[in-house]
């Protein structure tokens, strides 16, 4: 069965700072991840998708993430942090045709980010 | 619509009064998800419709919980004697079946119960 972890539920980093937020997966078949982001008071927006093209994807606002078969990780990263990057972020690997639904989801990453 | 549209976003109720709560995804999704977001926790899932497929009911938290898909588009979440516990963030999202795009969310309706 897939599933998603990740590491840290809350992560801070001074503005101008390197952005890292961790996704390890579990899947028996070759997967499809995904990053959100959620701003406070508004729903899910879709940030950046892996579907098995090139490893390093870029996505909105300066983010990116690599796929990495190795290490079963899709980690986003940002090279510089801007206080509007401030949101919780949630990392998701499809289970197409399995049951509730098509996405897993982890449990989030709160991102804070100090001036 | 363009997005997914969520009515309403913002719902105040008594403690053991029934609400209801409406989805209208984006036209020609085929399927249609519910998603519950309380303080501090990831999203839990609720329900999945999938075309004219018996919907995946699996994440309803109790039987006061019910949820219908009219016509393949617009879904309504009811929940019937509400507890305080309910309050949280109700997200509704839908997608293409196969779609490696993932979900297109809308912006919740945030449900307190006092």
């Known amino acids: 069965a897939q599933s998603v972890t990740q590491l840290g539920s809350h992560v801070s980093v001074s503005e101008g700072a390197l952005v890292l937020l961790r996704c390890n997966y579990s899947?028996?078949?070759?997967?499809?991840l995904f990053w959100y982001v959620q701003y406070p008071n508004q729903g899910l927006q879709l940030l950046l998708k892996?579907?098995?093209?090139?490893?390093l994807v870029k996505g909105i606002n300066g983010f990116e993430a690599e796929f990495k078969k190795s290490e079963t990780s899709f980690h986003l990263t940002k090279p510089s942090a801007h206080m509007s990057d401030a949101a919780e972020y949630f990392c998701a690997v499809s289970v197409y045709g399995g049951s509730q639904g098509n996405l897993i989801f982890g449990k989030g990453t709160k991102l804070s980010v100090k001036p | 619509g363009a997005g997914v549209s969520q009515s309403p976003s913002n719902k105040v109720t008594e403690k053991g009064k029934d609400v209801e709560l409406r989805c209208d995804p984006i036209s020609g999704h085929t399927a249609l998800y519910w998603y519950r977001q309380s303080l501090g926790q990831g999203l839990e899932f609720l329900i999945y419709f999938q075309g004219n497929s018996a919907p995946d009911k699996s994440g309803l938290p109790s039987d006061r919980f019910s949820a219908e898909r009219t016509g393949g588009s617009v879904s309504t979440l009811t929940i019937q004697r509400t507890q305080q516990e309910d309050s949280a963030v109700y997200l509704c999202a839908s997608s293409l079946v196969g779609d490696n795009y993932g979900y297109t969310f809308g912006s919740g309706t945030r449900l307190t119960v006092v």
């Open positions: 892996y579907t098995s093209a090139a490893t």
């Open positions: 899947s028996s078949v070759p997967p499809y």
